[in-house]
T-cell receptor, first 115, second 114 residues
Framework: NAGVTQTPKFQVLKTGQSMTLQCAQD?????MYWYRQDPGMGLRLIYYSASEGTTDKGEVPNGYNVSRLNKREFSLRLESAAPSQTSVYFCASSVTGTGSTGELFFGEGSRLTVL | AQSVTQLDSQVPVFEEAPVELRCNYSSSVSVYLFWYVQYPNQGLQLLLKYLSGSTLVKGINGFEAEFNKSQTSFHLRKPSVHISDTAEYFCAVSVLRGYSTLTFGKGTMLLVSP
């Protein structure tokens, strides 16, 4: 029972390099999210996709792009990485619509270091 | 918009002692409330949630939380902690909008020592 799977788990980049974080969920959830976690800051929403075919900015979208590839997959791209993007990134998914409580199901995180 | 305040960034406690982690929220509409736990180098997992009904909610690993609407609080408690409870705990609030609008507090690190 995989739940939410993120790849890669660890990545080191140099300033200016690009990379894509991949996320897939097998719970048939409509909504998917990308958060970043920094010490003392809690979790901050970068982008979300309320349903397949839609994406919206969250609290801290600058420097990121996302793609909702299909219902299962939601990727996060850093076009030109900066040291300020050193963080742990979490993908999450949730049920949408009737019966939804807002509960999120998280992946195990991707630790990104930008030198 | 809703917001969450976790009043303590770090709570040190001895093993077998009781603990309370405090959480206050702000919202102009009805909310759902959650506590998540994050063990070192792991993702977040749900500890418990308040949706409606009884204001005392029981979760996994012996934790419980009480929803207090008048004080807009949702404090987490455990009567006797173990070393294995050492983790970061996040309070979160959600309003219904068809998709999740979960807003997190900044977290409380629970440090249990022998």
């Amino acid at each position: 029972n995989a739940g939410v799977t993120q790849t890669p788990k660890f990545q080191v980049l140099k300033t200016g390099q690009s990379m894509t974080l991949q996320c897939a969920q097998d719970m048939n959830h409509n909504s998917m999210y990308w958060y970043r976690q920094d010490p003392g800051m809690g979790l901050r929403l970068i982008y979300y996709s309320a349903s397949e075919g839609t994406t919206d900015k969250g609290e801290v979208p600058n420097g990121y792009n996302v793609s909702r590839l299909n219902k299962r997959e939601f990727s996060l791209r850093l076009e030109s990485a900066a040291p300020s993007q050193t963080s742990v990134y979490f993908c999450a998914s949730s049920v949408t619509g009737t019966g939804s409580t807002g509960e999120l199901f998280f992946g195990e995180g991707s630790r990104l270091t930008v030198l | 918009a809703q917001s969450v305040t976790q009043l303590d960034s770090q709570v040190p406690v001895f093993e077998e002692a009781p603990v309370e982690l405090r959480c206050n929220y702000s919202s102009s509409v009805s909310v759902y409330l959650f506590w998540y736990v994050q063990y070192p180098n792991q993702g977040l997992q749900l500890l418990l949630k308040y949706l409606s009904g009884s204001t005392l909610v029981k979760g996994i690993n012996g934790f419980e939380a009480e929803f207090n609407k008048s004080q807009t609080s949702f404090h987490l408690r455990k009567p006797s902690v173990h070393i294995s409870d050492t983790a970061e705990y996040f309070c979160a609030v959600s309003v219904l909008r068809g998709y999740s609008t979960l807003t997190f507090g900044k977290g409380t690190m629970l440090l249990v020592s022998p």
